[in-house]
């Protein structure tokens, strides 16, 4: 099966989220015509002044579209848009899809999940490309982010230059769902070099270090990491405004977890950060940004790191 | 009190080790005169087909040098060559030093040794300085190690010219002990790193990724650490002579483990990495590279990451 | 609301796997009347035999009993025999139950499922108890099982004569799906010991410790426990045969995990022990009786205990 | 060699802390003659008012005696009193000891320092046999304590008399040493029972259960266990008087922490236990029963158990 749309400008855009709106804007500023939708009408109104359509529910995007993006919060809602589960039966993008068109679910997601959406579209002669993205606010604003895709060789080749237009760099990463365990597992490298620098400040701090100076040495040497890099100004100025917050990085290290589970995979290490979000959420650090674990740490060791 | 040797470039060094050697060469190449000391006389040789001198013992080199550096293998054996307490009794460094000399301690040591030495040595009027190297035998041999010292800041920056031979950066981190805590933070910082990599590695494995690409995408990413850049092809490849073996690596995250359980510090991340070693080691680890941890992670999934 | 039926004989029994079936037939012992369902009939015969109705599916056990006991195997089981949801849809205990009647739900559950439960019975006038079970299949066999109950007051004592024909001691703990937290918790706590017990004795085995020995110590001290007690014979002589699986004692420590997540109550020795057993099952114990986690250990620490 | 002395009936104790004291007098009951001592010598004067000779130091005692009984602080004491390292250089056991006389090593001990000691002895013709206690201090009082004795086995048989006049129940456990390492051993699974108690208890709490009803569940079911049983009521009712204070457990678990690490044997279990004592101490609970643990768990959960 070769896909060839008539007018593969044509896309669908469903969520419009933080990342979600400047993803869209990314593709309408490469003259692709958008129908879009969203939870909350409101956050569609900007893509709409720069020419997308809003339509009224996903299945209307699905109908009018020849290739439909999800940028959605978490597996559950992904699932109930996509395929119609509880608030969507009716009116969600399986409904309004036929044969022949696609789907790019771009939200960091659960593959069991992916592999549910995909085998059920794949009944309507549909085909679901999973492409999770690596990246902030900031690259997805100037089509920095790094996209992991994986479904059918072919059709990732042929929606390319459609996720080209959001990220600089699009890995091709094998069939379908494999790209969204890919995203889990790297997030979860990220988790625990979290739970590595913040055990280590504490560490530092309680014996006595002066933890600016332990920061600079650590991001002068080739130990540093992309949170000891990012993180150490946010904590030693105690700015726990959230890139993401605590709470998000727990759902997203739970659906790593789970899949850890189901592959019989054990991973101690992921398991005690987990408890370790929990613990930092029990004690009210749920909406801060997840560097505040650092607030945890220093309460079990009585010890202020800044 | 000020230092002013009449003859600052007469320098001690005992502990010729692979590290230990190439540091004393590049002293030797600044000029300055050494009297050195190895357990193996063999391995002095070298140095002193360069212009070295040959000492007797320990307390041979304190007697004719004016600053005395170590690098020796571990907490204990720098102790006793130190202080004398079980081989080196009478003939260690202490039983021949004298007011005004100086001690500079480069190895990867206990702090609370460290200071037990500083307090010994300062009743025979003496000061000890701790720096211990970051770093590998590569940078060692082009003089780029790192060096953090702690000690009275006007002697860390009496030896700074001394220092500056062997490495081409120098932290001063504060009083005596502080820079051998913060050398064994930073590594416990690069152990947990370790068990990141292991762990999303072999659980990549089991769900079906391509673990060559994920290290291709991971090390083209921000998430990339010193572990994930310098392991990954020997991990592929199964390489595992040693850069470190996973017997130092436990050695040294156990002088760690013992400084946090002084400072009633838990650090649950690390005291999981130890039991990972050890039980690496139980499986026959011992004399291999740590990235060698990964084959414990390995039957531990009963998978294959390449 | 009190319960009066006109004929508190006429029991609903859904789940005759090896404990609902002795428990079934305790309840025929006592006098009552049963109407019976399991998915695969042939384990419907021997009590038919004894007097039991074979029912065609749940909606007919519900639509001739006044109150209905289920015990199955998992919550999706439940749920879907009690509300139906996938498979049941249509033939489900709701589709046959009308106002007044009485769900007991004695399955090992989870509490968020035993809720949403009681609340969707509640809309059709009825009520759920959750009374899962301690006890083995022996204690099932002798109607000595303990019986946790949680619902209404009133409710569950109505009931408790249906229950202490099954039971020596039924405890009232709460509101509805407490009694199933309840259950959970206690489990974990078995599970904590089994991981106590296994990681002392291997620890035993490889000092050089005679370990039938130090069982034989530990079962004479207060320090014994019901794992140290009942496991011990079968470690020494390496009988896996399974009291419970492995498996499912993974399964029923995840409710536990699921559970204490959604409290937010970190639970790392937990946390630590799944993980144990999955590394278990991936080294192929699944099938085996839980002690067998021994066997994990032994590899671990390359020994054997026995 | 098989001993025989004229007058078995002449015995030396050292170490008259509270468990030291009553074993000693039931020495005393039993009719055997005691030259004792201890740091503070007025513990010794109740023992000198029955009868018992007040030694000078630990070397008069051995002169004096012809077995030597120790139940010291820790084993840095021990072995400072029993081979004279530090304090007691030219005082201690060995310094009196002379061919043929035994000492008893009754201390929670390392196994590595008794070996040391037994092999030092054995150079001055004595014997070493370790035989560290279980019971508490009633159980002492009433001479009830079990007795775990290892050594050469006809040495132990030739003390059994005096080791049955202060317990029970007498284990032979093997070597040198075993005892010490058994000792140890059951105490971790002892401290990870702790865990297990406060891990489910606060989950308990935090889910809505009544924690005196779990309680009273869980101790009149298989599961309970020494904590379940002894701990219910302090924790209950915040009585954190100590049996055994939260740093003395800290101190014997590091024992058995250390013994798994040389053995290469990972217990992450007892690890994680052992952070969450230090976590404990770092709060405050350092000198408080080690049931106390609980209101470290109650604050990482945010709340309270009863």
Redesign the interface.
Known sequence: MTKSFTNLKNLGFIGLGRMGNLMAKNLIKRGYLLNVWNRTIEKAKELSSLGASIAENPKAVAEKSDVIICMLANPLVTEDVILGKEKYIGISVSDGISKDKMVIDMSTNN?KVVKRMANTLKDKGCELIDAPV?GSINLAAEGGL?I?ASGREESVNFVKPILEAMGK?V?Y???VG?AS??KL??N???W??L???C??L???A?????TK??LE??N????K??VSETKAKKVLERDWRPAATLEIALKDL?L?VD???E??????????????F??G????LKDLDYSALICLYE?????KVS
Chains 1, 2, 3, 4 share one sequence.
């Open positions: 593959p690596m790094t992991l760099k890995w990463i094998g069939e494999l365990s890919l597992i790297l979860t490298h990220l625990i070099m739970g590595a620098f055990e280590t504490t560490l530092a309680k014996v006595g270090i002066d100076l332990m040495v650590l002068s040497s080739p130990l990491t992309f739970n790593a899949m850890a589970e592959a019989y995979v054990p991973i101690p290490l992921a398991n005690l950060i987990k408890d370790l929990i613990a959420i029990a004690k009210g309460s079990l060791a009585k010890v």
